[in-house]
């Protein structure tokens, strides 16, 4: 009966794909294993280091659309979801080893991007003004290496850092693909020195799906 509990809520635990994946692969048709629908934006930290600001955010989703590589009891539903989003992305024939862990993606683009203070920042972004131009995200995207199929040349992968999907950059610099496929995990945006006031409440919009989500954090250069 133990054996039978133990059974039971492993598969329990399986049933969207959420495992380490640190020792097993396998062959997978589309490079993005996961698709996560988000349903919050965390701000989890942010830290402060010589002139700069740090912020971590996450656009963080519970509910998942999973590769039929799985092979999951019960999730045939979340895989027809999976394969209508690997059709629609062009992410059908990557057919390499992939950790089991996969590689996990926002299922809808991002659509817009606002980054606003209640103070003056500088001389050119008075408070209400929007950010993006001098605020540099960190972060993964896949967008940019499905989209342009998997590329391996040098040029390709000198521009995204050598990491093939890498991003670090303004956003106001942003290319149409570097909005597509958001790895599901955190990411950073970096705030520079104010040359005006010092304390700033920093709204974060972003809308995706159809969703609009915000969150506020108060950022204190004086510190």
Do not use: Q
Request: net charge negative.
């Amino acid at each position: 009966m133990l054996v039978l509990s133990f059974i039971i809520a492993l598969v329990t635990n399986w049933s969207c794909g959420e495992d380490d994946g640190k020792n097993e692969s396998f062959l997978s048709k589309s490079f993005v294993t996961h698709y996560y629908f988000p349903d919050t934006l965390e701000l989890i930290y942010h830290e402060k280091e010589s002139d700069t600001i740090t912020v971590s955010l996450n656009l963080h989703g519970t509910d998942c659309a999973i590769s039929p590589s799985y092979h999951l009891a019960g999730c045939e539903e979340k895989e027809r979801i999976f394969d209508s989003l690997m059709i629609r992305y062009a992410d059908t024939t990557y057919n390499k080893e992939i950790y089991i862990g996969g590689n996990k993606a926002l299922a809808n683009p991002i659509d817009s991007i606002s980054i606003v203070s209640d103070a003056d920042y500088n001389a050119n972004h008075i408070a209400g003004s929007d950010l993006s131009d001098i605020v540099v995200f960190e972060g993964s995207v896949f967008g940019c290496f499905v989209l342009h199929g998997y590329p391996e040349d040098h040029r390709y992968n000198e521009y995204y850092d050598g990491r093939s999907y890498y991003i670090e950059k303004p956003l106001s610099k942003f290319l149409a693909e570097d909005y597509y496929l958001w790895e599901a995990k955190p990411f950073l945006l970096k705030f520079p020195m104010p040359s005006l006031s010092k304390v700033h409440h920093i709204t974060f919009t972003f809308v995706t799906g159809g969703k609009t989500f915000k969150v506020t954090e108060e950022l204190d250069f004086s510190k």
